[in-house]
């Protein structure tokens, strides 16, 4: 059974962290890449950061240096460590998990999504 939950989000001041967590059935989490991708009211989907079966990891340059993704294989859950956040980071935060490719983070390549959880950053 495929599915993806996540969890972690809400709302935060301007530099501050939340931990988004996801977590996975066995069928889903063993997908070749996994990925956090965003919404913005009134914007489009956008890739985050992915992670893939041997650990390798991409990110938006928007993020990089700030977020951090990992997983817990024991624990089939995903994870975005997000620091110093913006308000423009502001969005409906989704887990994905798809093919071999995922690292590009195109939406296309992610097969399987979650419900997603709300991260709000005032300022």
């Known amino acids: 059974q495929v599915q993806l939950v996540e969890s972690g989000g809400g709302s935060v001041q301007a530099g501050g962290s939340l931990r988004l967590s996801c977590a996975a059935s066995?069928?889903?989490?063993?997908?070749?890449?996994m990925g956090w991708f965003r919404q913005a009211a009134g914007k489009e989907r956008e890739g985050v950061a992915a992670i893939d079966s041997d650990g390798a990891t991409s990110y938006a340059d928007f993020v990089k240096g700030r977020f951090t993704i990992s997983k817990d294989n024991a624990k089939n859950t995903l994870y975005l460590l997000m620091n110093s956040l913006k308000p423009e980071d502001t969005a409906m935060y989704y887990c994905?998990?798809?093919?071999?490719?995922?690292?590009?983070?195109?939406?296309?390549?992610?097969?399987?999504w979650g419900q997603g959880t709300q991260v709000t950053v005032s300022r």
């Open positions: 066995e069928y889903t989490y063993s997908s070749s890449c």
């Open positions: 994905a998990a798809g093919g071999p490719f995922g690292l590009v983070l195109d939406l296309a390549d992610f097969d399987y």
